[in-house]
């Protein structure tokens, strides 16, 4: 008897779990659809660290990209926008072919902002402080109904919100950039 109760609370807690965390999306979603909101997306799964030594910006094949598992979650993200009719004002992309990749499938017309460049590998640190400023002096100049969305790396999103995040994880903001929430089920 004790261990039909230990198991009808597990699944109790379980579904309780499960349901929250959908409602939670669910507001999220609602408060998305709403607009003015600032949505900072790392880009899509393309395996390894860094970038090889031989970058070029201007030369996708000497960088890291997106994987077919890359690609197919890219594809999901953009689903994602267009299912829910969540309202774009203009998504803007890291200049690295993994971030232009991802956003490509949120909207063909995206464009590319350097501040949101990576400055993980030591070639690209000098550029760090430069850039927050520049991302930072654009979103306070930023104003419209709709969502702005951010297609940019790990180490721009740890530096803008202090939160770490997975491979096209959706960070979720208010104009004054506090987390309303993530999403990474799409």
Known sequence: MFKNLIKTLIFFLLNALFFSSAYSDEKLIDELKKGKKIIFIRHAIAPGTGDPENFKLDDCSTQRNLDYQGFEQSKKIGLFFKKNKIPLDIVLSS?????????????????????????????????????????????ENWESKNNLVLVTHYVVILEMLNKPVSSGEIIVTDRKLNILGNITKY
């Open 95 to 139: 200049e690295w072919c993994r971030c232009k990749d991802t956003a490509k499938f949120i909207s063909k017309n995206y464009k590319t902002f350097n501040a949101l460049n990576s400055f993980f590998s030591a070639k690209f640190q000098k550029n760090k402080e430069k850039q927050i400023l520049d991302l930072i002096k654009y979103l």
